[in-house]
């Protein structure tokens, strides 16, 4: 089954504490994007990448790492989690980015 | 800068009513697409269409609609003969070709509610 597979579903942390949510696609597809939903900011895009080790910065960077060193895979890393970075975050993948994106299930995030 | 405005946050509409969602975009490049997701109560998004800002045909599929006016920067969706499992969050988003379409700006949604 084509999929974006995110890990984990659910998380709390502490403020301080690296953690990395993984993301993985199993479609081959080029282009990779991690977004934050937040209530009634909607989606903002923290980083993509249409390639391997190649990646942007989206609107709402700060705070956040990415890697793309295999084209499945696109982890997000908070270095220093901060209770600003409590959100929802979707990992998304597309074959071109005018395609439209398939979207994980989502990693909701409590940093306390 | 690309942006994207669902003035709508939240509609309520009785089964069977038919419902448009309203979205309005902005943009410096001629060339963008616009896209619109649905997102259930069960949090996955899921996408509905995409429309590339050369095509202006309004679309159909099955009792969901899209009206995509250049004129008015506007993609608006409407669902006809409204059902419960229609009820959820739905997000307009776009991006453009200046930015490699990799740069995606979403609205801040519309959430519907179907009373049966």
């Known amino acids: 089954e084509a999929q974006v597979t995110q890990n984990p579903r659910y998380l709390i942390t502490v403020t301080g504490k690296k953690l990395t949510v993984t993301c993985s696609q199993n479609m081959n597809h080029e282009y990779m994007s991690w977004y934050r939903q937040d209530p009634g900011l909607g989606l903002r895009q923290i980083y993509y990448?249409?390639?391997?080790?190649?990646?942007d910065k989206g609107d709402v960077p700060e705070g956040y790492k990415v890697s793309r060193k295999e084209k499945r895979n696109f982890p997000l890393i908070l270095e220093s989690p901060s209770p600003n970075q409590t959100s929802l975050y979707f990992c998304?993948?597309?074959?071109?980015?005018?395609?439209?994106?398939?979207f994980g299930s989502g990693t909701r995030l409590t940093v306390v | 800068a690309q942006k994207v405005t669902q003035a709508q946050t939240e509609i309520s509409v009785v089964e069977k009513e038919d419902v448009t969602l309203d979205c309005v975009y902005e943009t410096r490049d001629t060339t963008y697409y616009l896209f619109w997701y649905k997102q259930p109560p069960s949090g996955e998004l899921v996408f509905l269409i995409r429309?590339?800002?050369?095509?202006?045909q309004n679309e159909i599929s099955g009792r969901y609609s899209w009206n995509f006016q250049k004129s008015t920067s506007s993609f608006n969706f409407t669902i006809t003969a409204s059902q419960v499992v229609d009820s959820a969050v739905y997000f307009c988003a776009l991006s453009e070709a200046g930015g490699g379409y990799q740069k995606v700006t979403f609205g801040t949604g519309t959430k519907l509610q179907v009373i049966p």
């Open positions: 429309r590339n800002s050369f095509d202006e």
């Open positions: 990448s249409m390639n391997v080790e190649v990646t």
């Open positions: 998304a993948s597309s074959l071109q980015g005018a395609y439209g994106y398939t």
